[in-house]
């Protein structure tokens, strides 16, 4: 019989505590100690999305954790990834291609059919790794949820994975917080967790000493340490739409203003600006005006482009935008954004809501026709007005086409994408990720008259570094891997 690999899963008391973090930091730490480390998220659920090396959809956090682990961005390192359209509901991606579209309670009578593909990606990371690393989604104690589980402790009692359970304590009511969780779970998941981490504490961690006597006595479960908050950690791309409250502090005076779209999607394309110098990155949020002094105006990615031009009508942003183009700012529209800055936009399908046409800004001579057709690739290219290097990633449905189009912004593999208007004050593209090339994002910052000094890959890598090391000071390691390590024997003592 074939030893299973080493694995260990992430899970934590509550969303945005931290996990994805953690199981980047461990990534980077374990492979700088030589292992073959494979990170994994059986179920996400977030529209800040990557394209992986196989052309297919992964979460973000995913892509992060992969270039932690120093591997090449896979569509099995997320096996199902939940895009929200609406409130209540999705659309549903497995193995990085759309598998459908459904309502919340839809999805949790299906769900568990998913668990095949899910534990095959697994199995497939497994072969090739010294060490998967899991990420669960939310919580383990939404046990209204635990019907068919393959987030959490579903998955990791189908994959046999031990799990450490991490608690933020920079919310407040971290020891009830684990406490709670192992009152409400069952005893062989309670059995399947085999320590606990604080994670994001500030000040003086020995004043935990007594938190952490009592978590153990009420749960049985040891620390296996605690983390003090890492200011670098906050450099790393987010995938959550709570991150964007993370205020970004400068006292530059060229404003890039973003409107928070309800459905706002790849925000993470952002992040480079907001770690500029000379910039001011402002993301507005709903009720709240574009300000009037803004250099740019950014309009975001969209998971749901006709109905996130409502929203943004709804707000007065298209009044503010349209004011702040007379005074002679500029607009970059990036994948959704780019259509909604043309005369129309087309839905024969109901594809993104229900069929129809609806107008646009009417800031592009371009229009868009939606189709069930999904573009997802990697691509590489130029910037036409400076020849700089570009690379990026499309995730988009629908053409867009017009006589803006004459003015394209970039030239992607003998094809041209985008669109400006002639006096190139309003331009458009489908392509995401493109600020994190430092050749183009010094290009067209220059371009509005800002200097950029910036090294953005640099920034990136010298964070997972920082992680890493962080972790080595404040986590048993050894420990880790020991637990890790533990699927070996009790597959051996199951068999």
């Keep these: 019989m074939t030893t299973p690999t080493p694995a260990l899963m992430i899970q934590a008391t509550g969303s945005n505590a931290g996990k994805s973090t953690l199981v980047a930091g461990l990534a980077r730490a374990l492979v700088r100690r030589g292992l073959t480390v494979a990170p994994f998220k059986p179920q996400n659920m977030s529209n800040n999305a990557a394209v992986a090396i196989d052309g297919g959809e992964i979460g973000r956090a995913q892509a992060v954790q992969a270039r932690a682990a120093r591997m090449a961005p896979s569509v099995h390192m997320n096996p199902v990834l939940l895009k929200p359209e609406t409130d209540t509901g999705a659309q549903i991606i497995v193995q990085g291609q759309r598998w459908g579209t459904l309502r919340a309670k839809n999805y949790l009578e299906k769900k568990a059919a998913l668990l095949p593909a899910v534990l095959e990606s697994f199995a497939h990371l497994a072969r090739a790794a010294d060490i998967v690393l899991v990420e669960g989604a939310g919580s383990p104690a939404e046990i209204n949820l635990r019907a068919g589980d393959i987030a959490n402790m579903g998955f990791a009692a189908a994959a046999n994975v031990p ?120 993301f507005v949020k709903p009720g709240e005006p574009i300000p009037g002094n803004a250099d740019v105006v950014i309009l975001p990615g969209s998971k749901s482009t006709i109905g996130d031009l409502a929203y943004l ?49 009417g800031l592009l001579d371009i229009a868009t026709v939606m189709s069930s057709d999904k573009s997802t690739m990697l691509i590489s290219g130029t910037h036409c007005a400076t020849g700089a290097a570009v690379e990026g990633y499309e995730i988009h449905l629908g053409r867009s086409e017009g006589a803006d189009c004459i003015r394209p912004l970039l030239m992607i593999d003998g094809r041209l994408d985008g669109a400006a208007s002639p006096d190139g004050r309003v331009q458009g593209t489908y392509v995401h990720g493109l600020f994190t090339g430092d050749a183009f994002r010094k290009a067209w910052l220059a371009y509005l008259g800002i200097a950029s000094t910036l090294a953005y890959e640099s920034r990136i890598e010298s964070a997972l570094d920082a992680l890493a090391d962080h972790f080595e000071k404040n986590l048993d390691i050894e420990q880790i891997l020991k637990i890790a390590r533990s699927r070996q024997s009790t597959s051996a003592s199951a068999a």
């Design 163 to 282: 799990v450490v359970l991490a608690g933020d304590i920079d919310r407040g009511g971290v020891i009830a917080s684990l406490a709670g969780t192992h009152l409400v779970l069952e005893p062989d998941e309670r059995a399947r967790i085999h320590g606990f981490i604080i994670n994001k504490f500030r000040g003086d961690p020995s004043l935990f000493d007594q938190g952490l006597t009592a978590i153990t006595r009420l749960t049985g479960w040891p620390s296996l340490g605690v983390v003090p908050w890492l200011p670098q950690a906050a450099w790393l791309p987010a995938e959550d739409a709570v991150d964007l409250d993370r205020t970004h502090a400068s006292s530059a005076t060229r404003i890039i203003a973003v409107p928070i779209l309800a459905r706002i999607a790849n925000f993470d394309d952002l992040d480079p600006l907001g770690m500029e110098p000379g910039v001011r990155l402002v």
């Design 313 to 361: 009508r709804a707000q007065g942003w298209d009044i503010d935008i349209k004011a702040h183009v007379r005074r002679g700012g500029h607009v970059l529209g990036l994948c959704g954004g780019y259509q909604m800055l043309g005369q129309t936009i087309a839905d024969p399908d109901g594809v993104d809501g229900s069929p129809g046409t609806v107008d646009g800004l």
